[in-house]
């Protein structure tokens, strides 16, 4: 990704896809317009030092406090998912107050 804007490895920002003529974008509802350059995806992805790329959310999922702050949800998910009594977990964000966990454990 010669295009990498962000500043830091590890540094998150929506994934955008450079369009060529005549090329469909399939997978997304909403459909692109053919003039568009770039495409944004909605997907939130990191980047590595080795370049590589990690989906980590959706713009549509992103979590913001009442305070204005960015919960990064993703971070706390991962870290459950990686214990091996843990079969899934979702952090889920109710009425701008509120943030549950959600955790499924292997039995």
Not at 19 to 44: M, N, Q, R, V
């Amino acid at each position: 990704m010669s295009n990498w804007k962000g500043n830091n490895s590890n540094e998150s920002g929506e994934l955008c896809i450079k369009a060529i003529k005549g090329s469909k974008f399939l997978g997304y509802e909403t459909p692109f317009e053919e003039e568009l350059e770039w495409i944004e995806t909605g997907d939130i992805v990191t980047k590595d030092e080795d370049g590589i790329i990690e989906i980590i959310t959706n713009k549509e999922d992103l979590i913001v406090d009442s305070s204005g702050q960015l919960v990064e949800h993703w971070i706390l998910e991962k870290a459950l998912c990686s214990h091996n009594e843990v079969k899934g977990a979702q952090v889920i964000y109710f009425c701008r107050f509120f943030v549950f966990l959600f955790i499924n454990i292997n039995v």
